[in-house]
């Protein structure tokens, strides 16, 4: 038997879920002082430094 191909919907599927799984592991577990801290490069913590600025904007 030779080896079938994916078709173009079940490629697309393979990838969005790969993604899916890298996203949530990005944005789960994370604590501070533990070895799973993102770096501040990461663009998570940049998008979380924003949000907590405009936050806190709109409190005052």
Do not use: H, Y
């Amino acid at each position: 038997m030779g080896v079938t191909r994916l078709k173009r919907k079940d490629r697309r599927n393979k990838t969005t879920a790969k993604k899916e799984v890298q996203f949530l592991k990005l944005g789960r577990n994370i604590e501070t002082g533990s070895r799973s801290e993102m770096p501040a490069t990461a663009q998570i913590v940049k998008n979380n430094a924003i949000l907590d600025k405009l936050e806190a904007g709109l409190k005052k």
